[in-house]
């Protein structure tokens, strides 16, 4: 048996099954938490198969599996990975146990709940980064709608939290139902759910002659994978389900499904209706990387910063992979896993820091730094990689970006790009700001009187992984970015070359449409 045709299978429905045994265990003694934690941990090592066996000289998707399912209308049960699904999906698989370990403690009740919503949520986003047919793809789509909002409304922290997540289940919801509608309308016009063979028909001016319609349906995926990022100015969810969801929750909530399925099917399916758009997002990218880091320099609240940061970091990708240069679309892509790195590793450590002191509000910190040496030291070290420090994760990605946006052919690009750059000196400012405030000065008085521990064996479990990839990633950039750049040359080589055809035909149209 060829494990390669069925591994994807394997590695998306491990945690349902997962999430179905949770089911039949007793609500005691963390066996909860201990099932949880070795369906996570067998499920990464599944996705750990994907860079092993994967051919990273090779264009298009690997692993695939690709059958009949529903034959009226025709839809096909089509996976498959490539060098920007891969690493979203072995992503995806660290970040779950993780997310276990680091509620081990905040979680004490109605664990079966909280674990099987967790591990639905899981199979949400791997189905999302597998899937390439478009219906397969829209019930994951949906799918990670449900467990995320009754994660913020049954385990958030504040009395907000049901409002939160209705707000972020209509925010959410609304441009899915118009995503379902383009959908519906490309099945009609072109006979198939198939991403491929709706890429290539794109490629080949195939989907529909009329122009409108066309720019109507990339305009409804866009708006759709835009709230779900969310890009300024659609993130009005963003901060109150950031700051009520609980930490394995928040871990996974922002960006990453978005960013991935601009990618994926906007630049696949409407090539030339994104390049067309380009300059405005390009605009949006770098407002929302100076809006974000504006307004999370004035935050005292931890979580609401780390909030608007998560703003400015995914419109870092925005930025990169609009232009449509190879650096800005690998810059883009490297920044997606960034996100879910250093992103990751800054709400654990102020998940744990609620866990002791039961305040986000830095008012409330000051001179840490001599009760928790290792907490500091890791704090310090995701401080470092947010930032950009040579060496680290987050400067390869973000001087591709930036070094891809100068090089961009995009109108007023370069006007953009120095506004964007601003907002690496503001993040920097509020970073270290934060870190000033919580662990060094005087020790706070409430925090004083408070009897907790530095970061145990459990916490430590879960934090170095995210802490040596920074570093890993820093140094070795090119193991990661090799099966990256294939699909980022892909991508943009398949844009130009409609942009081209476009242009070559119009400049042969006479004026008056008649040739």
Not at 138 to 156: H, N, R
Not at 438 to 462: I, K, M, P, Q, W
């Amino acid at each position: 048996m060829n494990i390669d045709h069925s591994i994807l299978t394997i590695i998306t429905f491990v945690p349902l099954a997962g999430a179905i045994l949770l089911a039949f265990l007793p609500d005691r003694d963390k066996i909860q938490q201990w099932a949880a934690l070795a369906v996570t941990l067998v499920t990464f090592l599944l996705t750990l198969h994907l860079p092993f066996h994967y051919d990273y000289a090779a264009k298009g998707f690997q692993f695939e599996q690709n059958f009949g399912w529903i034959s009226s209308p025709a839809i096909r049960y089509h996976m498959g990975v490539d060098g920007l699904s891969m690493w979203l999906v072995v992503l995806t698989g660290l970040l779950a146990p993780l997310g276990v370990l680091i509620s081990w403690r905040a979680i004490d009740s109605r664990r079966r709940l909280f674990y099987s919503l967790f591990l639905l949520q899981q199979v949400a986003m791997l189905g999302i980064f597998v899937s390439l047919d478009l219906f397969l793809y829209y019930a994951f789509w949906e799918l990670s709608l449900v467990p995320m909002a009754l994660l913020i409304a049954t385990f958030g922290r504040t009395e907000n939290r049901r409002r939160a997540a209705i707000k972020f289940f209509l925010y959410a919801f609304i441009p899915s139902a118009i995503l379902l509608v383009a959908i519906v309308w490309l099945y009609v016009k072109t006979g198939s759910f198939d991403l491929p063979v709706l890429a290539q028909l794109a490629a080949t001016h195939g989907i529909s002659s009329n122009s409108a319609a066309l720019w109507l349906a990339s305009i409804a995926f866009l708006v759709a994978f835009a709230v779900k990022v969310p890009i300024f100015p659609l993130h009005g969810w963003l901060c109150d389900a950031v700051s009520e969801a609980p930490t394995a929750a928040v871990m996974v909530l922002a960006g990453k499904l978005g960013l991935y399925s601009i990618l994926r099917f906007s630049f696949a399916i409407f090539p030339a209706e994104s390049h067309r758009i380009a300059p405005l997002m390009i605009s949006l990218g770098a407002i929302g990387i100076v809006y974000g880091a504006l307004i999370a320099l004035v935050q005292n609240d931890l979580k609401r910063l780390a909030a608007f940061g998560t703003l400015g970091h995914v419109s870092v990708v925005v930025l990169g992979i609009f232009t449509f240069t190879i650096a800005g679309l690998d810059g883009g892509i490297f920044q997606i896993l960034n996100e879910g790195l250093g992103g990751g590793a800054l709400f654990m450590l102020l998940g744990l820091l609620y866990e002791r002191y039961q305040t986000y509000d830095m008012r409330d910190y000051g001179g840490l730094a001599q009760k928790f040496p290792w907490m500091v030291t890791m704090f310090v070290l995701t401080t470092l990689s947010v930032v950009g420090l040579p060496m680290l994760n987050g400067f390869v990605g973000e001087f591709l970006v930036f070094s891809g946006s100068m090089q961009s052919t995009i109108a007023h690009h370069v006007g953009w790009t120095v506004l964007a750059t601003t907002g690496v000196i503001l993040t920097a400012s509020y970073m270290l700001w934060m870190v000033q405030r919580v662990f060094y000065g005087e020790l706070n008085r409430r925090t004083a009187s408070v009897a907790a521990f530095d970061l145990d064996a459990r916490e430590h479990a879960a934090l170095w992984p995210l802490v040596a990839l920074f570093l890993l990633m820093g140094i070795a950039s090119p193991y990661w970015t090799r099966a990256i750049d294939t699909a980022g040359a892909q991508i943009a080589d398949t844009v130009h070359q409609v942009i081209t055809v476009n242009s070559e035909a119009a400049a042969q149209t006479p004026k008056g449409g008649q040739r």
